[in-house]
């Protein structure tokens, strides 16, 4: 079965120190993934997605993630948070096909401290 | 970018009535289309497949008499909430494929 797993439900940082939001997911086949971002009461924004290629993704608002198939591993990284960045962090999972629907992680709830 | 809408953004609507929400992809044509609901602090779970010209195919656990999916057309897809209650009340978000998948910016539907 297809799932994702952020065993981080919250974490804390201060501004200006780096960050890594975990993600691990099983996927039956080549895997498409995706990290999204949403601010309290609005949509989903992407940060990143992974298809192919180059296992290190560069992202918007200075985010990357790496896709480590041995570990089926797709970790977040920032290094150098900002107060802007607190918000809650989604990793998702689907087929390479595309026309499907994707797998959602439960979600990382990112604090920023100054 | 292709970009998906969802209207309203906000509703609010007493328990026993019915209220609609509607998809749009803008700028694609959209075969098919997935709605989601997001309980408070809780991740995205997948309600259903919306496919035009078709039956919604729905997951385990969603009731299909209660939310009724409509995809009349290639752009549009409607998730109407039947005799709401307040347990219904969460955040609904639509997603449409165009090479990969757009989301709607989603509606808060809070029933009273």
């Known amino acids: 079965a297809q799932s994702v797993t952020q065993p981080d439900i919250h974490i804390t940082v201060s501004e200006g120190a780096s960050l890594e939001l975990r993600c691990n997911y099983s996927?039956?086949?080549?895997?498409?993934l995706f990290w999204y971002v949403q601010s309290p009461g609005q949509g989903l924004q992407l940060l990143l997605k992974y298809f192919s290629g180059d296992t290190l993704v560069q992202g918007i608002k200075g985010f990357e993630a790496e896709f480590k198939r041995s570990q089926s591993s797709f970790n977040l990284r920032k290094p150098s948070v900002h107060w802007s960045d607190a918000a809650e962090y989604f990793c998702?999972?689907?087929?390479?096909?595309?026309?499907?629907?994707?797998?959602f992680g439960k979600g990382t709830r990112l604090s920023v401290i100054a | 970018g292709a970009v998906v809408s969802q209207h309203p953004s906000r509703v609010i609507c007493k328990s026993g009535t019915s209220v609609k929400i509607e998809c749009r992809s803008l700028?694609?044509?959209?075969?098919?289309m997935f709605w989601y609901r997001q309980f408070p602090k809780q991740s995205l779970m997948l309600m259903a497949t919306?496919?035009?010209?078709?039956?919604?195919?729905?997951e385990q656990g969603v009731e299909k008499d209660k939310f009724l999916i409509n995809h009349a057309s290639l752009t549009l897809s409607t998730l109407t909430v039947t005799s709401a209650h307040p347990e219904d009340s969460s955040f609904y978000i639509c997603?449409?494929?165009?090479?990969?998948?757009?989301f709607g910016p989603g509606t808060r539907l809070t029933v009273t």
């Open positions: 919306s496919n035009e010209g078709s039956k919604a195919t729905y």
């Open positions: 996927y039956g086949a080549t895997p498409y």
């Open positions: 997603s449409a494929y165009n090479d990969e998948q757009y």
């Open positions: 998702a999972v689907g087929s390479s096909s595309g026309n499907t629907p994707l797998v």
């Open positions: 700028d694609f044509q959209a075969t098919t």
